[in-house]
């Protein structure tokens, strides 16, 4: 949800912007029910820092920013405490990562821009080659996506190791996109990686948070505003975000490429299948 968003980008946020991010992670319902000025004054800043505040995370304004702040508490799935504990039993584990989980989708499916993602399918649906980039966790949604992606008909491949991606990206050329996967978008071998890609004139399309490095050196950003949380014994609900984001991208993709494309599919999956019960027979 927001609130996880803002936590995620305090680092980027100036001196005077970070005291509002407080105040707000501190009574996120003052910002709610008060006005610009209730905010100015609990963070002890200028109502113009409010807005800039508002305008680093990647809104227009006050407005929306409360908006979606509204939005998101008003959807999040009710839990005391979604931090696993040393004594947790399993029904409490069931109950808090599920949680969590459900938080992100809902956060997800009402705060994801739509626009971006048909800005992200046109570009992909006339890419002649399309490059997944990502390092740890990201990485691994890289190779999930061009697993689903491969299937499209336009040539895929996904580098996690970021010395390869930047060669990749020193040999594209226009018509090309990349991909770029990023929980923080602050990561400088994928930074780099990006800005080489930008640098032959391919398409970059961004899969991170909004008001970020990354985010800035994007073609197209599609932005996913959730938290990246270093305990280690809670998962990281930005990568199920990313993963429902690459489903809906590639699934989209493929209903661009028209019903003739969706036959391929369907002979292929047919194929598989065949070769399945041709194997199956076989070990008997």
Same mark, same amino acid.
């Given at each position: 949800?927001?609130?996880?968003?803002?936590?995620?980008?305090?680092?980027?946020?100036?001196?005077?912007?970070?005291?509002?991010?407080? &105040?707000?992670?501190?009574?996120?319902?003052?910002?709610?029910?008060?006005?610009?000025?209730?905010?100015?004054?609990?963070?002890?800043?200028s109502e113009p820092t409010v807005?800039?505040?508002?305008?680093?995370?990647?809104?227009?304004?006050?407005?929306?920013?409360?908006?979606?702040?509204?939005?998101?508490?008003?959807?999040?799935?009710?839990?005391?405490?979604?931090?696993?504990?040393?004594?947790?039993?399993?029904?409490?584990?069931?109950?808090?990562?599920?949680?969590?989980?459900?938080?992100?989708?809902?956060?997800?499916?009402?705060?994801?821009?739509?626009? &971006?993602?048909?800005?992200?399918?046109?570009?992909?649906?006339?890419?002649?080659?399309?490059?997944?980039?990502?390092?740890?966790?990201?990485?691994?949604?890289?190779?999930?996506?061009?697993?689903?992606?491969?299937?499209?008909?336009?040539?895929?491949?996904?580098?996690?190791?970021?010395?390869?991606?930047?060669?990749?990206?020193?040999?594209?050329?226009?018509?090309?996109?990349?991909?770029?996967?990023?929980?923080?978008?602050?990561?400088?071998?994928?930074?780099?990686?990006?800005?080489?890609?930008?640098?032959?004139?391919?398409?970059?399309?961004?899969?991170?948070?909004?008001?970020?490095?990354?985010?800035?050196?994007?073609?197209?950003?599609?932005?996913?505003?959730?938290?990246?949380? +270093?305990?280690?014994?809670?998962?990281?609900?930005?990568?199920?975000?990313?993963?429902?984001? +690459?489903?809906?991208?590639?699934?989209?993709?493929?209903?661009?490429?028209?019903?003739?494309?969706?036959?391929?599919?369907?002979?292929?999956?047919? &194929?598989?299948?065949?070769?399945?019960?041709?194997?199956?027979?076989?070990?008997?």
């Amino acid at each position: 949800m927001l609130l996880d968003s803002i936590r995620t980008q305090l680092d980027l946020l100036s001196k005077s912007e970070k005291k509002v991010a407080h &105040a707000v992670l501190k009574d996120p319902n003052l910002a709610i029910s008060g006005n610009i000025t209730a905010l100015a004054k609990s963070a002890d800043v200028s109502e113009p820092t409010v807005v800039r505040f508002c305008r680093a995370l990647g809104y227009d304004g006050w407005q929306e920013f409360k908006l979606k702040l509204a939005q998101g508490l008003a959807l999040a799935v009710p839990s005391v405490d979604e931090s696993p504990a040393q004594d947790d039993l399993a029904v409490d584990l069931v109950s808090k990562i599920c949680s969590r989980s459900l938080n992100a989708l809902l956060d997800l499916r009402n705060n994801l821009d739509v626009d &971006a993602i048909q800005r992200a399918l046109d570009v992909l649906v006339a890419s002649n080659k399309i490059e997944f980039y990502g390092q740890g966790t990201s990485g691994i949604v890289a190779a999930d996506a061009q697993h689903k992606f491969f299937r499209s008909g336009v040539p895929t491949v996904a580098y996690s190791d970021p010395d390869i991606h930047s060669i990749a990206a020193s040999l594209l050329k226009k018509g090309d996109t990349v991909v770029a996967i990023s929980q923080r978008g602050i990561s400088p071998a994928l930074l780099r990686s990006v800005q080489l890609a930008r640098n032959m004139e391919a398409d970059v399309i961004a899969l991170s948070p909004s008001g970020t490095p990354l985010a800035e050196l994007a073609t197209v950003l599609v932005p996913i505003d959730l938290s990246f949380n +270093i305990d280690p014994y809670t998962p990281i609900s930005a990568r199920l975000a990313h993963l429902v984001v +690459i489903d809906i991208l590639a699934v989209g993709l493929a209903i661009k490429r028209g019903p003739g494309f969706r036959h391929k599919m369907q002979n292929a999956q047919k &194929a598989l299948q065949k070769y399945d019960v041709q194997f199956d027979s076989f070990i008997r």
